[in-house]
């Protein structure tokens, strides 16, 4: 089985763009949008995802996708907390229905309503209700909800703390993913979400958060940004910070997707990262939709380059199916009540 | 020869260190420090570079090493132009003297003037100034003198243009080299220095500042950041905005550095990137300045993996001396009359 750890609803049907559109407006004197949220039909979202996501799961032998809201559309920074908690309702509850439209083929995973400055207990209601509801499978969190600023302390800072605490208590692992940037100096797919990758990592190394948290489990998407490649920085870092080496440091907790788009970056990745700290994911449909012209196969095509590569059958497996399973423990169970 | 194009003075003698805490302090109200700037012997300065920059640079065979003011040290972020102004003229004159005590070893490379929100225009005086009084074979740009909180424009913006047409004036290329972040969000040289680096890749492929500039060469440090890791994400990203192919956009003016401290970061910087783009550098003495245990060698002794990599002896030559030269005109001149 292929497990595709990081998928968003970036096909999203339209009357989800234009709630958010009206709740935006709204803010600056507008009318405010159905309180419900917007309305759209089951139709609506297979007509979304069978021409797309599914096609393409399809055509790549991508068994099951882990199906979040759209990343770049979180945009914490915008309005406040209500905002943010209205806008994640509804988002969270249209990948619910996805979930389950399609229980063969896609996991939920929540976005949580964060808004800059707030106290991260706040977000623990929609944590919960998406439990309850929606049965996700994890969560996405954004270390930078102002949107490029990074006005929040770093992950290993206790203002995070609430957040973790719910998390192990309900066996979701977490994604680090920012939204969209708002800082001119930073594309938000180019430059924020391979810089928040990175940051993460240099935070966690800096901090001891996994000696406090032994069980929490930290996705870095994007195949950990720059971390890897400069994988002998972080290692003499952590040297002259006086941490212990990476494996033991933060290889019992922290995992790097395959999100990146070519062969010799994924070999980077397999070459430096041990192999149960790695999980398959694609973002698609995600930040690069187009074609290679050296190859003829989409950028984001990340089977294709994971099946390339010289990796042991166990590594392979590992990498598609079991680590996802082991650090999604309700994933698992779905999975298992399927006779998966 | 082995040219490395990257190093700092990290090693500077105290009065330098203690002169800027003075200055810093007289912000707050403190005394000014002395308007001559430190009082540094020739002897503090042989005692500072022969144990350390000069034994390493012998030790791995390093003939030349281009050497600017301690990057982290920058920290344009303090004080106003007028702070930066006198700590550049300080910093830059101490590199001068480095050079002229070292002439077949060091070539000087000059910080600016920069403070957040100044026009650009403020920083060429002293840039002239190091032309005429060093002969500086090379610029450090600060894309963020806020030092973390990155509020200046893009580096395509015109905010920026007089830098590069007094650059192209002088045959002088230019390193975009953050310094010390300010912000906890990001740990200076494990984040910022990398997030800097990626940041001015993707807002070189979203612009077309080499349209403008097609004199201007720009170095990208530490190994590009993620962008050679995540070279199809930037492939696929320049397709999606129109841009043409990478070597077409950005190759013909951008380099990168080898400061990647492990070999199979340098393999996939030279997998991916033309030789002809990626110039030998160590940053020693700098960020990770121990050795690791599993090879017994330092993390940044950079020659060991260009000598490893799999590379024709052209692109060796090209890497390690004949590029440095082309890209550094003054560079060369400068060695041209040693006879080198």
Redesign the interface.
């Known amino acids: 089985m292929i497990i595709d750890i990081h998928g968003h609803y970036t096909t999203a049907p339209e009357p989800l763009g234009a709630w958010r559109q009206q709740q935006l407006a709204a803010l600056d004197g507008g009318q405010a949008p159905a309180k419900d949220g917007p309305v759209i039909t089951d139709d609506q979202i297979c007509e979304s995802l069978e021409p797309n996501q599914l096609r393409l799961m399809d055509e790549r032998g991508v068994d099951v996708q882990i199906f979040s809201p759209r990343a770049s559309f979180m945009a914490h920074h915008a309005g406040d907390f209500e905002t943010s908690s209205a806008w994640s309702r509804h988002c969270n509850d249209l990948i619910g229905r996805v979930a389950e439209l399609y229980p063969q083929r896609f996991a939920p995973s929540a976005m949580l309503p964060q808004s800059p400055g707030v106290e991260t207990t706040s977000v623990i209601d929609e944590l919960e209700r998406c439990v309850a509801e929606h049965d996700i499978v994890a969560v996405n969190l954004n270390?930078?909800p102002s949107g490029?600023?990074?006005t929040?302390?770093?992950l290993t800072d206790q203002y995070w703390f609430p957040v973790y605490e719910k998390l192990i208590e309900y066996e979701l692992p977490v994604m680090v993913h920012v939204s969209t940037s708002i800082?001119?100096?930073?594309?938000t797919?180019?430059?924020h979400y391979?810089?928040a990758d990175?940051?993460a990592v240099?935070?966690l190394?800096?901090g001891d958060l996994f000696a406090t948290f032994p069980q929490l489990n930290m996705i870095i998407p994007?195949?950990g940004?720059?971390a890897?490649?400069?994988?002998?920085?972080?290692?003499?870092?952590a040297?002259?910070l006086d941490k212990p080496e990476l494996e033991d440091h933060l290889l019992n907790n922290i995992y790097f997707d395959t999100c990146?788009?070519?062969q010799?970056?994924i070999?980077?990745l397999l070459?430096?990262v041990p192999h149960r700290n790695i999980m398959f994911a694609s973002e698609m449909i995600g930040?690069?939709?187009?074609q290679?012209p050296n190859t003829g196969h989409y950028?984001?095509d990340t089977v294709r380059y994971i099946q390339a590569a010289e990796l042991s059958q166990a590594s392979r497996q590992a990498i598609f199916e079991d680590t996802a399973r082991a650090v999604h423990p309700r994933l698992d169970r779905r999975l298992k009540a399927q006779g998966r």
Chains 1, 2 share one sequence.
């Open positions: 270390p930078d490029g600023n990074w929040s302390p770093p800082n001119p100096a930073f594309h797919t180019g430059a391979l810089n990175t940051t240099m935070q190394l800096q994007h195949g940004g720059a890897p490649y400069h994988w002998g920085r972080f290692r003499g870092l040297m002259m990146v788009y070519h010799p970056g070999d980077t070459e430096v930040a690069v939709r187009t290679d950028f984001d």
